[in-house]
């Protein structure tokens, strides 16, 4: 400690400019966590990226099999009949539920 204060003095300064760039950084990470929107959007990117990637990987797949599917000169006509029919029977009961619920 020096005799005239001055070393105290320069001490609480700097204690204070830190603590005042703690609290901006603390202030900061508040605001980020309290900005549901672009936390929502961010996610929704994350997602749709993920999508993509599945997509892709789903893609090569299928092109992968289909072209083990054509060996020795016979064809499989693979999932797609099995789709559209669950699909229509989706579609189907649907409908149905629609039509019992004006119903009853």
């Known amino acids: ?4 204060g001055t070393g105290d003095t320069e001490a ?4 204070i400019r830190r603590t005042r ?3 901006g950084e603390t202030m900061e990470a508040l605001a ?3 900005d549901v929107k672009k936390r929502l959007k961010s996610s929704a990117d994350q997602a749709r990226e993920r999508v993509r990637e599945q997509a892709a990987l789903t893609v090569a797949r299928v092109r ?3 072209g083990l599917t054509h060996q020795q000169g016979r064809t499989r006509q693979g999932p797609a ?7 229509g029977a989706v579609a189907a009961a649907v409908v ?6 004006r119903r009853g």
């Not at 609480?12 to 204690?15: A, H, K, S, T, V």
């Open 81 to 87: 009949p099995f789709i559209a029919l669950a699909a």
């Open 64 to 66: 992968a099999q289909s």
């Open 32 to 34: 980020a966590k309290a």
């Open 1 to 4: 400690m020096t005799g005239n």
């Open 12 to 15: 609480l300064r700097e204690d």
């Open 96 to 101: 149905l539920m629609i039509i019992r619920g």
């Open 21 to 23: 760039v703690e609290l």
